[in-house]
């Protein structure tokens, strides 16, 4: 496994794709209710639709089947379905889950605060996606400090 840096290999941007059958109830659930604002929007024959969302900074984050199994956990206290699951950070976690309760997503764990120091909710959300709502309770430098976390290359 390389730990060198790449700079010929500069990714510009992570688009995730999500094929809605609703996609009215989708557009509504994501951008008028989450917030993320529309960066365009796209109309074909047979009534084709696509809307792209802004949502800020975009990470991917790779976990081993450990990992996925005790996030279930903390988040939900039991294991869930294998896939991909999305994850906002927001500022106000429990109002941003409430709110997307009252639009129709599914509270599959309520907020509660997790050993990495963020506010966590799970939600089953329009699309077939599970989300995780966070909101950070503690900053990146605090974080680093404490056992288990920072980077790959310090470990």
Not at 19 to 39: N, V, W
Not at 92 to 110: H, K, Q, S
Not at 142 to 147: K, L, M, N, V, Y
């Amino acid at each position: 496994m390389s730990t060198h840096k790449n700079d010929s290999a500069h990714v510009l941007q992570l688009r995730v794709i999500v094929e809605a059958e609703d996609f009215d109830a989708a557009i509504a659930f994501y951008r008028d209710t989450l917030g993320l604002p529309e960066q365009a929007a796209f109309e074909g024959d047979g009534d084709a639709r696509v809307s792209i969302l802004d949502a800020g900074r975009a990470t991917l984050e790779i976990s081993n089947p450990a990992q996925k199994r005790m996030i279930d956990q903390v988040e939900t206290g039991e294991r869930q379905r294998p896939g991909i699951r999305l994850a906002f950070e927001v500022t106000d976690g429990r109002d941003v889950t409430t709110r997307l309760a009252a639009v129709g997503a599914t509270i599959i764990g309520e907020p509660r605060e997790t050993p990495w120091r963020s506010l966590n909710s799970r939600l089953e959300a329009p699309a077939g996606l599970q989300i995780t709502v966070f909101e950070e309770l503690e900053g990146l430098p605090e974080r680093a400090q404490r056992a288990g976390f920072g980077t790959a290359d310090a470990r």
